[in-house]
T-cell receptor
Framework: QQQVKQSPQSLIVQKGGISIINCAYE??????FPWYQQFPGKGPALLIA?????SEKKEGRFTISFNKSAKQFSLHIMDSQPGDSATYFC???????????FGRGTSLIVHP | DAGVIQSPRHEVTEMGQEVTLRCKPI?????LFWYRQTMMRGLELLIY????????DSGMPEDRFSAKMPNASFSTLKIQPSEPRDSAVYFC????????????FGQGTRLTVV
């Protein structure tokens, strides 16, 4: 059972473009939504996270948009750079849990 | 701090052999996680330790898998006997405060069972 559905599976963007990755969830107990970035040969690393009391969080070129009623959240990468090429995972965690549920990942390639 | 350290980085073994993966968590972290990553299933949590005690091993696929944490600075994940379908990247991660803070991942062990 996939509790967090992530799309697209892969994404190719030109340098300077906007990369958008979407996630949807069903469990209304989720109250923390982190995004992880994974470079080849490395483990996932926390990139940015949001709680459902806000609709948007921005850190530099990375923005999370959150739609609680639709149970969807997305990652926007503005002015995408070749160095952003990586696999991105969305995740969700319930307040009573200690383990995030991960999406399947999106492989992003930014062409120079 | 050097972060979470895993060894070996790569392991190639024959089917039926025993495989042991090792992890040194970040000093001071009291929670440790083992994950498996495959193309088919993504990131799967195998087992979670808190203060060296296994708390949730429901993700361990079968009895061929076992994990131990004899002290706060060392954990092992053992597969015996190994099978080709065990081929994956295995990650160890550690965190503070029982997992309620973010986990830091190691670089992973790429296991290939032939």
């Amino acid at each position: 059972q996939q509790q967090v559905k992530q799309s697209p599976q892969s994404l190719i963007v030109q340098k300077g473009g906007i990369s958008i990755i979407n996630c949807a969830y069903e469990n209304t107990a989720f109250d923390y939504f982190p995004w992880y970035q994974q470079f080849p040969g490395k483990g996932p690393a926390l990139l940015i996270a949001i709680r459902p009391d806000v609709s948007e969080k921005k850190e530099g070129r990375f923005t999370i948009s959150f739609n609680k009623s639709a149970k969807q959240f997305s990652l926007h990468i503005m002015d995408s750079q070749p160095g952003d090429s990586a696999t991105y995972f969305c995740a969700a965690r319930a307040g009573g849990s200690y383990i995030p549920t991960f999406g399947r990942g999106t492989s992003l390639i930014v062409h120079p | 701090d050097a972060g979470v350290i895993q060894s070996p980085r790569h392991e190639v073994t024959e089917m039926g052999q025993e495989v042991t993966l090792r992890c040194k968590p970040i000093s001071g972290h009291n929670s440790l996680f083992w994950y498996r990553q495959t193309m088919m299933r993504g990131l799967e949590l195998l087992i979670y330790f808190n203060n060296n005690v296994p708390i949730d091993d429901s993700g361990m696929p079968e009895d061929r898998f076992s994990a131990k944490m004899p002290n706060a600075s060392f954990s092992t994940l053992k597969i015996q006997p190994s099978e080709p379908r065990d081929s994956a990247v295995y990650f160890c991660a550690s965190s503070l405060q029982g997992g309620r803070t973010e986990a830091f991942f190691g670089q992973g062990t790429r296991l290939t069972v032939v």
